[in-house]
Antibody, heavy 127, light 106 residues
């Protein structure tokens, strides 16, 4: 069946970097974009960005520009999200989620929502 | 960025009740809105896509409506497993943005 399996929980010190993996199975990895969303304790959902695993192009939320890097490895159907210069307020559950690639529509693009999510990876930033 | 205002932030209801949750976008997003349910300790699950289409496997008591800036999720008859947190997501372009969430409580 189609699924996204993420790497395990991690604990980092302030200033360090964390790299979370998301392995896809059961579907063609390159047909979907991979998005990353985080959720701080007791808070709502925050979109971080996305990657096209095929062409490797990315879009990042302004808030994370310069600190986040999203990559992919098509040979293993795995997407990665690396966040650097960690602070305590980066403590959160990080989710990967897929969405079909945008398609042209009437001179613009139609963007699709997130139809399949990973189980989440807890990242704790603490000294 | 498009802001999504979701209301109410919390809602008390009983099994069998009909409930409605709304999301308002700060600008028109056509029908590019999904609804998700999240139970404690688990990842979000999609309920509705394209504002009004039921995600495969989701019970028919869930329905969505709206277009442009105003959207509604309706649960026609609450079941015990529906008590959770609900989010809307606009995917009209990057950055995607979520509503703040609605916690449905007994």
């Amino acid at each position: 069946q189609e699924q996204l399996v993420q790497s395990g929980a991690d604990v980092k010190k302030p200033g360090a970097s964390v790299k979370v993996s998301c392995k896809a199975s059961g579907y063609l990895f390159t047909v979907y974009h991979m998005h990353w969303v985080r959720q701080a304790p007791g808070q709502g959902l925050e979109w971080m960005g996305r990657i096209n695993p095929n062409l490797k192009d990315t879009d990042y939320a302004q808030k994370f520009q310069g600190r986040v890097t999203m990559t992919s490895d098509t040979s293993t159907s795995t997407a990665y999200m690396e966040l650097s210069a960690l602070r305590s307020d980066d403590t959160a559950i990080y989710y990967c989620a897929r969405a079909p690639a945008p398609r042209p529509k009437l001179g613009t693009y139609y963007y699709y929502g997130l139809d399949l999510w990973g189980q989440g990876t807890t990242v704790t930033v603490s000294s | 960025d498009i802001q999504m205002t979701q209301s109410p932030s919390s809602l008390s209801a009983s099994v069998g009740d009909r409930v409605t949750i709304t999301c308002r976008a700060s600008q028109g997003i056509r029908n590019e809105l999904d609804w998700y349910l999240q139970k404690p300790g688990t990842a979000p699950e999609r309920l509705i896509y394209g504002a009004s289409s039921l995600h495969p496997g989701v019970p028919s008591r869930f329905s969505g409506s709206g277009s442009g800036t105003d959207f509604t999720l309706t649960i026609s008859s609450l079941q015990p497993e529906d008590f959770a947190t609900y989010f809307c997501l606009q995917h009209s372009g990057y950055p995607f943005t979520f509503g703040q969430g609605t916690t449905l409580e007994i």
